[in-house]
Protein backbone atom coordinates (compact mmCIF):
# COMPACT_ATOMS: atom_id res chain seq x y z
CA UNK A 1 0.00 0.00 0.00
CA UNK A 2 2.47 2.50 1.01
CA UNK A 3 4.52 1.13 -2.27
CA UNK A 4 2.05 2.29 -4.07
CA UNK A 5 1.75 5.72 -2.92
CA UNK A 6 4.63 7.75 -5.20
CA UNK A 7 2.60 6.00 -8.16
CA UNK A 8 -0.93 7.28 -6.87
CA UNK A 9 0.56 10.72 -5.81
CA UNK A 10 1.98 11.40 -9.43
CA UNK A 11 -1.40 10.24 -11.31
CA UNK A 12 -3.36 12.86 -8.80
CA UNK A 13 -0.83 15.03 -9.88
CA UNK A 14 -1.18 15.05 -13.67
CA UNK A 15 -4.91 15.01 -13.01
CA UNK A 16 -4.95 18.04 -11.39
CA UNK A 17 -2.45 19.66 -13.81
CA UNK A 18 -4.95 18.69 -16.43
CA UNK A 19 -7.85 19.87 -14.62
CA UNK A 20 -6.88 23.21 -12.95
CA UNK A 21 -7.19 25.81 -15.51
CA UNK A 22 -10.59 24.55 -16.36
CA UNK A 23 -11.69 25.16 -12.56
CA UNK A 24 -10.12 27.63 -11.56
CA UNK A 25 -11.64 31.04 -12.01
CA UNK A 26 -10.47 33.75 -9.75
CA UNK A 27 -9.50 37.20 -10.98
CA UNK A 28 -5.67 36.99 -11.37
CA UNK A 29 -6.46 33.81 -13.79
CA UNK A 30 -3.78 34.67 -16.59
CA UNK A 31 -0.98 35.32 -13.80
CA UNK A 32 -1.33 32.52 -12.59
CA UNK A 33 -1.37 30.34 -15.58
CA UNK A 34 2.10 32.10 -16.61
CA UNK A 35 3.14 31.05 -13.44
CA UNK A 36 2.42 27.54 -14.12
CA UNK A 37 4.06 27.78 -17.64
CA UNK A 38 7.05 29.06 -16.15
CA UNK A 39 7.38 26.76 -13.52
CA UNK A 40 6.65 23.90 -16.64
CA UNK A 41 9.69 25.21 -17.80
CA UNK A 42 12.25 24.83 -15.62
CA UNK A 43 11.02 22.06 -14.26
CA UNK A 44 11.62 20.84 -17.94
CA UNK A 45 15.39 21.87 -17.83
CA UNK A 46 15.92 21.02 -14.46
CA UNK A 47 14.50 17.44 -14.99
CA UNK A 48 16.76 17.53 -17.73
CA UNK A 49 20.07 18.68 -16.20
CA UNK A 50 18.97 16.02 -13.19
CA UNK A 51 19.54 12.99 -15.76
CA UNK A 52 22.92 14.51 -16.86
CA UNK A 53 24.30 15.18 -13.65
CA UNK A 54 22.31 12.67 -11.21
CA UNK A 55 22.75 9.72 -13.05
CA UNK A 56 25.62 10.29 -15.49
CA UNK A 57 27.84 12.66 -12.86
CA UNK A 58 28.53 15.33 -15.69
CA UNK A 59 28.35 18.54 -14.00
CA UNK A 60 27.18 20.49 -17.13
CA UNK A 61 26.88 24.71 -17.09
CA UNK A 62 26.18 24.68 -20.24
CA UNK A 63 22.24 23.64 -19.88
CA UNK A 64 21.19 27.35 -20.73
CA UNK A 65 23.65 27.25 -23.60
CA UNK A 66 21.60 24.69 -25.23
CA UNK A 67 18.18 26.18 -24.80
CA UNK A 68 19.20 29.44 -25.76
CA UNK A 69 20.33 28.05 -28.85
CA UNK A 70 16.73 26.28 -29.67
CA UNK A 71 15.51 29.60 -29.27
CA UNK A 72 17.57 31.61 -31.47
CA UNK A 73 17.49 28.98 -34.18
CA UNK A 74 13.85 29.58 -34.22
CA UNK A 75 13.66 32.77 -33.38
CA UNK A 76 15.67 34.16 -36.45
CA UNK A 77 13.80 31.35 -38.57
CA UNK A 78 10.92 33.54 -37.45
CA UNK A 79 12.23 36.39 -38.36
CA UNK A 80 14.45 36.03 -41.73
CA UNK A 81 12.61 33.00 -43.31
CA UNK A 82 9.35 32.90 -44.68
CA UNK A 83 6.58 31.42 -46.69
CA UNK A 84 5.17 33.74 -49.54
CA UNK A 85 2.62 33.18 -52.73
CA UNK A 86 4.45 35.19 -54.75
CA UNK A 87 8.22 35.76 -55.86
CA UNK A 88 9.60 38.74 -54.21
CA UNK A 89 12.43 39.95 -56.93
CA UNK A 90 14.45 41.72 -54.17
CA UNK A 91 14.74 38.31 -51.65
CA UNK A 92 16.78 35.51 -52.18
CA UNK A 93 13.95 32.54 -52.60
CA UNK A 94 13.49 29.46 -53.34
CA UNK A 95 10.65 27.64 -55.45
CA UNK A 96 8.83 24.53 -52.83
CA UNK A 97 5.46 23.26 -53.76
CA UNK A 98 3.88 26.33 -55.82
CA UNK A 99 5.12 28.76 -53.24
CA UNK A 100 8.22 30.26 -52.61
CA UNK A 101 10.54 29.93 -49.62
CA UNK A 102 11.62 33.60 -49.22
CA UNK A 103 15.27 34.40 -46.95
CA UNK A 104 14.48 37.87 -45.64
CA UNK A 105 18.16 39.99 -45.24
CA UNK A 106 18.33 41.14 -41.30
CA UNK A 107 18.47 45.00 -40.96
CA UNK A 108 19.47 44.84 -37.31
CA UNK A 109 17.76 47.16 -35.11
CA UNK A 110 16.98 50.01 -37.43
CA UNK A 111 13.53 51.26 -36.96
CA UNK A 112 14.20 52.74 -40.66
CA UNK A 113 15.36 50.51 -42.87
CA UNK A 114 13.72 48.53 -45.02
CA UNK A 115 13.80 45.57 -45.42
CA UNK A 116 13.81 43.12 -49.10
CA UNK A 117 10.18 41.36 -47.97
CA UNK A 118 8.38 45.06 -47.19
CA UNK A 119 10.16 45.96 -50.33
CA UNK A 120 7.58 43.59 -52.31
CA UNK A 121 4.93 43.76 -50.75
CA UNK A 122 4.81 47.24 -52.00
CA UNK A 123 4.19 46.82 -55.29
CA UNK A 124 2.41 43.07 -54.96
CA UNK A 125 -0.99 43.23 -56.03
CA UNK A 126 -3.87 42.31 -53.21
CA UNK A 127 -4.41 38.85 -52.10
CA UNK A 128 -0.42 37.44 -51.85
CA UNK A 129 -0.32 36.05 -48.85
CA UNK A 130 2.96 35.24 -46.45
CA UNK A 131 3.47 32.87 -43.52
CA UNK A 132 6.06 31.91 -41.02
CA UNK A 133 7.04 28.53 -40.84
CA UNK A 134 4.94 26.12 -38.90
CA UNK A 135 5.40 25.74 -35.12
CA UNK A 136 6.28 22.22 -35.44
CA UNK A 137 9.61 22.62 -37.86
CA UNK A 138 10.52 25.32 -35.60
CA UNK A 139 10.78 22.94 -32.67
CA UNK A 140 11.67 19.77 -34.58
CA UNK A 141 14.84 22.54 -36.60
CA UNK A 142 15.19 23.91 -32.44
CA UNK A 143 16.05 20.61 -30.92
CA UNK A 144 18.09 19.38 -34.09
CA UNK A 145 20.70 22.33 -33.49
CA UNK A 146 20.27 22.05 -29.91
CA UNK A 147 21.04 18.04 -30.18
CA UNK A 148 24.32 19.03 -33.06
CA UNK A 149 26.12 21.30 -30.18
CA UNK A 150 25.39 18.96 -27.23
CA UNK A 151 27.14 16.01 -29.98
CA UNK A 152 29.89 18.60 -30.98
CA UNK A 153 30.66 19.81 -26.90
CA UNK A 154 30.38 16.07 -25.74
CA UNK A 155 32.67 15.23 -28.28
CA UNK A 156 35.03 17.98 -27.70
CA UNK A 157 35.36 17.99 -23.80
CA UNK A 158 33.43 14.75 -22.06
CA UNK A 159 37.01 12.98 -21.90
CA UNK A 160 37.50 15.48 -19.27
CA UNK A 161 36.49 15.30 -15.56
CA UNK A 162 34.36 17.24 -12.68
CA UNK A 163 36.51 20.66 -12.48
CA UNK A 164 37.34 20.62 -16.37
CA UNK A 165 33.70 19.94 -18.18
CA UNK A 166 32.37 22.70 -15.95
CA UNK A 167 34.18 25.08 -16.86
CA UNK A 168 34.88 24.66 -20.24
CA UNK A 169 31.01 24.67 -20.38
CA UNK A 170 30.63 27.78 -18.49
CA UNK A 171 33.20 29.35 -20.72
CA UNK A 172 31.22 27.98 -24.05
CA UNK A 173 27.83 29.43 -22.47
CA UNK A 174 30.07 33.32 -21.73
CA UNK A 175 31.25 32.96 -25.87
CA UNK A 176 27.89 32.11 -27.49
CA UNK A 177 26.20 35.17 -25.08
CA UNK A 178 29.15 37.68 -26.24
CA UNK A 179 28.82 36.39 -29.90
CA UNK A 180 24.94 37.10 -29.52
CA UNK A 181 25.28 40.12 -28.03
CA UNK A 182 27.62 41.42 -30.92
CA UNK A 183 26.29 40.38 -33.85
CA UNK A 184 23.75 42.93 -33.69
CA UNK A 185 22.57 42.82 -37.54
CA UNK A 186 21.32 39.50 -37.03
CA UNK A 187 20.62 38.99 -33.27
CA UNK A 188 19.85 42.67 -32.71
CA UNK A 189 22.31 42.01 -29.70
CA UNK A 190 20.58 43.48 -26.18
CA UNK A 191 17.22 44.50 -27.51
CA UNK A 192 16.64 40.92 -28.15
CA UNK A 193 14.98 38.89 -31.12
CA UNK A 194 11.02 39.22 -31.33
CA UNK A 195 9.34 36.08 -31.42
CA UNK A 196 5.86 35.31 -33.00
CA UNK A 197 2.81 33.88 -30.47
CA UNK A 198 2.67 29.99 -30.53
CA UNK A 199 -0.50 30.93 -32.56
CA UNK A 200 -0.25 33.89 -34.60
CA UNK A 201 -3.80 33.51 -35.20
CA UNK A 202 -5.09 31.99 -32.38
CA UNK A 203 -6.49 28.95 -32.31
CA UNK A 204 -10.21 26.98 -31.84
CA UNK A 205 -10.44 24.32 -29.52
CA UNK A 206 -13.76 22.21 -29.10
CA UNK A 207 -15.83 25.28 -30.40
CA UNK A 208 -14.14 28.28 -28.41
CA UNK A 209 -11.66 30.76 -30.11
CA UNK A 210 -8.25 31.77 -28.37
CA UNK A 211 -6.47 34.52 -28.98
CA UNK A 212 -2.77 34.58 -30.07
CA UNK A 213 -2.17 35.75 -26.10
CA UNK A 214 -4.11 33.58 -24.06
CA UNK A 215 -2.93 31.45 -22.06
CA UNK A 216 -4.67 28.40 -21.38
CA UNK A 217 -3.81 26.79 -25.02
CA UNK A 218 0.16 27.98 -24.09
CA UNK A 219 -0.37 26.25 -20.70
CA UNK A 220 -1.58 22.94 -22.04
CA UNK A 221 1.26 23.13 -24.72
CA UNK A 222 3.95 23.19 -22.16
CA UNK A 223 2.35 20.78 -20.02
CA UNK A 224 2.85 18.32 -22.78
CA UNK A 225 5.94 18.94 -23.04
CA UNK A 226 6.82 18.80 -19.62
CA UNK A 227 4.96 15.12 -19.29
CA UNK A 228 6.94 14.14 -22.55
CA UNK A 229 10.01 15.20 -20.99
CA UNK A 230 9.36 13.05 -18.09
CA UNK A 231 8.31 10.03 -19.73
CA UNK A 232 11.59 10.08 -21.86
CA UNK A 233 13.75 10.67 -18.96
CA UNK A 234 12.12 7.97 -16.77
CA UNK A 235 12.11 5.84 -19.76
CA UNK A 236 15.79 6.74 -20.10
CA UNK A 237 16.82 6.35 -16.52
CA UNK A 238 15.09 2.99 -16.26
CA UNK A 239 17.05 1.21 -19.50
CA UNK A 240 20.45 -0.12 -20.27
CA UNK A 241 21.76 3.81 -20.71
CA UNK A 242 20.43 4.45 -17.05
CA UNK A 243 22.25 1.84 -15.43
CA UNK A 244 25.42 2.43 -17.53
CA UNK A 245 25.26 6.28 -16.52
CA UNK A 246 25.27 5.28 -12.70
CA UNK A 247 27.76 3.18 -13.52
CA UNK A 248 30.10 6.02 -15.02
CA UNK A 249 28.82 8.06 -11.63
CA UNK A 250 29.64 5.86 -9.29
CA UNK A 251 33.04 4.75 -10.94
CA UNK A 252 33.80 5.53 -14.70
CA UNK A 253 37.45 3.97 -14.32
CA UNK A 254 36.04 0.85 -13.27
CA UNK A 255 33.33 0.63 -15.52
CA UNK A 256 35.44 1.50 -18.73
CA UNK A 257 37.66 -1.83 -17.07
CA UNK A 258 34.61 -4.19 -17.77
CA UNK A 259 33.80 -3.03 -21.27
CA UNK A 260 31.61 -0.11 -20.78
CA UNK A 261 32.26 2.62 -23.65
CA UNK A 262 31.98 5.74 -21.39
CA UNK A 263 32.28 8.58 -23.96
CA UNK A 264 29.74 7.03 -25.71
CA UNK A 265 27.21 7.18 -22.99
CA UNK A 266 28.29 10.35 -22.06
CA UNK A 267 27.81 11.73 -25.20
CA UNK A 268 24.64 10.24 -25.65
CA UNK A 269 22.98 11.57 -22.54
CA UNK A 270 24.42 15.02 -23.20
CA UNK A 271 22.66 15.18 -26.67
CA UNK A 272 19.18 14.09 -25.59
CA UNK A 273 19.26 16.80 -22.78
CA UNK A 274 20.47 19.59 -25.16
CA UNK A 275 17.71 18.74 -27.28
CA UNK A 276 15.21 18.86 -24.54
CA UNK A 277 16.32 22.04 -23.08
CA UNK A 278 16.35 23.41 -26.97
CA UNK A 279 12.99 22.20 -27.16
CA UNK A 280 11.91 24.05 -24.34
CA UNK A 281 13.68 26.96 -25.21
CA UNK A 282 11.61 27.07 -28.21
CA UNK A 283 8.51 26.65 -26.88
CA UNK A 284 9.19 29.41 -24.21
CA UNK A 285 10.72 31.87 -26.91
CA UNK A 286 7.45 31.89 -28.93
CA UNK A 287 5.79 31.91 -25.61
CA UNK A 288 7.67 35.38 -24.36
CA UNK A 289 7.47 36.53 -27.59
CA UNK A 290 11.13 37.76 -27.10
CA UNK A 291 14.33 35.98 -26.58
CA UNK A 292 17.86 38.02 -25.21
CA UNK A 293 21.24 37.14 -24.41
CA UNK A 294 20.27 37.78 -20.67
CA UNK A 295 19.14 34.00 -20.90
CA UNK A 296 22.50 32.79 -20.79
CA UNK A 297 23.92 34.88 -17.69
CA UNK A 298 25.19 32.57 -15.20
CA UNK A 299 23.08 33.24 -12.62
CA UNK A 300 20.04 31.84 -15.19
CA UNK A 301 22.04 28.13 -15.13
CA UNK A 302 22.91 28.03 -11.20
CA UNK A 303 18.71 28.59 -10.62
CA UNK A 304 18.24 25.84 -12.87
CA UNK A 305 20.74 23.58 -11.04
CA UNK A 306 19.83 24.73 -7.33
CA UNK A 307 16.35 23.52 -8.64
CA UNK A 308 17.28 20.20 -9.39
CA UNK A 309 19.67 19.59 -6.25
CA UNK A 310 16.50 20.89 -3.71
CA UNK A 311 14.57 18.46 -5.42
CA UNK A 312 16.65 15.41 -5.51
CA UNK A 313 19.24 15.02 -8.16
CA UNK A 314 19.19 11.34 -8.65
CA UNK A 315 15.45 11.44 -9.38
CA UNK A 316 14.26 13.28 -12.38
CA UNK A 317 10.25 13.70 -11.47
CA UNK A 318 12.04 14.95 -7.84
CA UNK A 319 14.10 17.43 -9.97
CA UNK A 320 10.91 18.53 -11.64
CA UNK A 321 8.46 19.21 -8.90
CA UNK A 322 11.73 20.97 -6.82
CA UNK A 323 11.85 23.42 -10.08
CA UNK A 324 7.87 23.63 -9.68
CA UNK A 325 7.43 24.58 -5.99
CA UNK A 326 10.83 27.16 -5.92
CA UNK A 327 9.09 28.72 -9.40
CA UNK A 328 6.23 29.60 -6.69
CA UNK A 329 8.18 30.13 -4.27
CA UNK A 330 10.04 32.52 -5.41
CA UNK A 331 7.14 34.23 -6.71
CA UNK A 332 5.42 34.18 -3.44
CA UNK A 333 8.38 35.95 -1.67
CA UNK A 334 7.81 38.91 -3.85
CA UNK A 335 5.64 40.38 -1.50
CA UNK A 336 6.75 42.07 1.01
CA UNK A 337 6.13 41.03 4.65
CA UNK A 338 5.39 43.41 7.76
CA UNK A 339 7.54 42.05 11.13
CA UNK A 340 6.98 43.59 14.37
CA UNK A 341 5.68 47.25 12.38
CA UNK A 342 8.71 46.71 9.97
CA UNK A 343 8.26 46.11 6.43
CA UNK A 344 10.46 43.95 4.70
CA UNK A 345 11.55 44.65 0.93
CA UNK A 346 11.60 40.67 0.13
CA UNK A 347 12.64 41.73 -3.53
CA UNK A 348 16.09 41.45 -1.96
CA UNK A 349 15.27 38.93 0.71
CA UNK A 350 13.82 36.63 -1.06
CA UNK A 351 17.22 35.76 -2.97
CA UNK A 352 18.64 35.19 0.68
CA UNK A 353 15.95 32.73 2.01
CA UNK A 354 16.24 30.69 -1.14
CA UNK A 355 19.89 30.23 -0.67
CA UNK A 356 19.37 29.38 2.98
CA UNK A 357 17.17 26.47 1.52
CA UNK A 358 19.97 25.22 -0.84
CA UNK A 359 22.72 25.78 1.91
CA UNK A 360 20.16 23.62 4.28
CA UNK A 361 19.26 20.86 1.74
CA UNK A 362 22.82 20.64 0.90
CA UNK A 363 23.89 20.05 4.71
CA UNK A 364 20.71 18.22 5.69
CA UNK A 365 19.57 16.47 2.60
CA UNK A 366 21.58 15.94 -0.19
CA UNK A 367 19.50 13.29 -1.49
CA UNK A 368 16.78 16.89 -2.20
CA UNK A 369 14.03 17.63 -0.16
CA UNK A 370 11.58 15.67 -3.10
CA UNK A 371 13.50 12.58 -3.61
CA UNK A 372 14.14 12.47 0.28
CA UNK A 373 10.73 12.17 1.27
CA UNK A 374 10.09 9.46 -1.38
CA UNK A 375 13.32 7.42 -0.01
CA UNK A 376 11.59 7.77 3.37
CA UNK A 377 8.48 6.50 1.70
CA UNK A 378 10.25 3.91 0.57
CA UNK A 379 12.12 2.46 3.53
CA UNK A 380 8.61 2.31 5.64
CA UNK A 381 6.97 0.40 2.64
CA UNK A 382 10.19 -1.92 3.21
CA UNK A 383 9.84 -2.08 6.67
CA UNK A 384 6.39 -2.87 6.54
CA UNK A 385 6.70 -5.86 4.10
CA UNK A 386 9.50 -7.52 6.10
CA UNK A 387 7.56 -7.01 9.30
CA UNK A 388 4.63 -9.01 7.52
CA UNK A 389 7.07 -11.78 5.89
CA UNK A 390 8.36 -12.43 9.53
CA UNK A 391 5.03 -12.77 11.37
CA UNK A 392 4.11 -14.84 8.47
CA UNK A 393 6.52 -16.95 8.97
CA UNK A 394 6.32 -16.66 12.58
CA UNK A 395 2.74 -18.12 11.72
CA UNK A 396 3.22 -20.81 9.73
CA UNK A 397 5.91 -22.43 12.02
CA UNK A 398 3.55 -22.35 14.81
Known sequence: ??????????????????????????????YVMHLWITAFFYAILASSWALLAGYGGQFSF????????????????????????????????????????VLVNPTGVSTSAVNCLQEARAAWPDGVTTSRLPLILSILIGAGVGGAFGWLIGTLV?????????????????????????????????????????????????????????????????????LLTLVILIGLARSRLGLFLRALREDEDAAEALGVDTVKFKRMVF????????????????????????TLILLQMALVIAMAVIGGLENVVAAAVGAIIISFGLEF????????????????????????????????LRNGVIHGGLLWLDRRAVGAETVAKRRAQAEDAE
Request: contains cysteine.
Open 1 to 30: MIRALPNTLGALGVAFLLAFPLFYSAGNYD
Open 62 to 101: GHMAFMALGAYSAGLLDNYVVLSGAPTGTCAEIGLFGGWL
Open 158 to 226: LRLRAAYLALFTVGFSEILRAAISAEVWLTRGQAGLPMSPIFPEGVTVFGTFYASNAKLPVYYIMLGLF
Open 271 to 294: VVTAMIAATAGVVQGHYVGIITPN
Open 333 to 364: LRNDFVIMGQSVDMSTWRLVFFGLLLMLTLRF
